[in-house]
């Protein structure tokens, strides 16, 4: 692994992100340092700018994790240094202690490193009186709390669009695959053309993983947020498609491997290829349809200039192929049914 990529992420946190971070913590010591006199409220900036997450869920989820892990920490710390008073013993003592307790609450991982992290802090910043504890606790509340309210006041993220990016990305490359594979079958094809092809329609799974992550963070990010209303039906459209593009993006691999698998130059000659190959441009038509949410139910009467309105027939019926060709025939009409069948089901 690249020191690089130890270091540094794939795109830049949004402007937005960054400035409400910089807002929360400012704010957290400002506020933190007004209510509660003494050292300064290193807690409370932690705690805000912790909280500050992309989401609100998440960001509740942090301020919660950051405010329970500072109380247990702190409480441990305390009783600890007044149990046996400042010294470094104490101080590493006190790490494999709020480590342990952490550990027998089956508390999360960030949980775990900020109630040992409190601990730490609270006894060696050399304070370890019940005043100071309650004061740090409730430095932490406070950070975490304008924190969370900076994250609902400043435009709370909404990640729907990164949604529509992935789950049409994934959809334009089904109709491709499709059409791809239209052409492949009309043509001879040379050794290297059927790897590419095949290795270019897998592609389309790690599209789908993708597609699945950015919906299920586009959720996430709708959780608790006062905009999550005019988003929820959008996600829920994009969730619908995507359910009906998983199981073509299995089926057209399995069609793009059925002809890698036994293809012959032979196989444009076949007299149901030319049927089979229209069958696919249609449904890559109808795929995008359904991408811009057009009904694509099958229709009799197809145009197949039309733009507009669904393409795919119904279920392609051939005679018998010819012996050579059967089993490769035979795949593609079944895969080309399921998706028949899926298309179908799209409103």
Known sequence: MRVSSAI????RA???QVAKSAVATVSAWLIADWIVQGPPPVFAAIAALLVVQPSLNQSFSKAIERSVGVIVGVVIASALGIAFGEYTWVILVSIVVALIVAWLARATSGTANQVAISALLVLSLGAATPGYALDRVLETIIGAAIGFIINVILVPPVAVTPA???VDALGEEVAASLERLASALEHPRSRADLEELLLTARLMRPMRDAAENAIAAGRESLT????ARRHREELASLGSVLDRLGPMVTQVIG???AFYDHYDPTIAD???VRAI???LRRAAHDVRLDLRGVDTAPTETIDTGDATGPALTAPLAIPTPSPDHWILIGSLLEDLQRIHATLSRAV
């Open 8 to 11: 540094r992420a794939p795109h």
């Open 14 to 16: 949004p402007v937005l």
């Open 164 to 166: 529509h990016r992935a």
């Open 224 to 227: 608790l947020n006062p905009r």
């Open 255 to 257: 069609m793009t491997r």
């Open 270 to 272: 076949e007299p149901t």
């Open 277 to 279: 190959a229209d069958q």
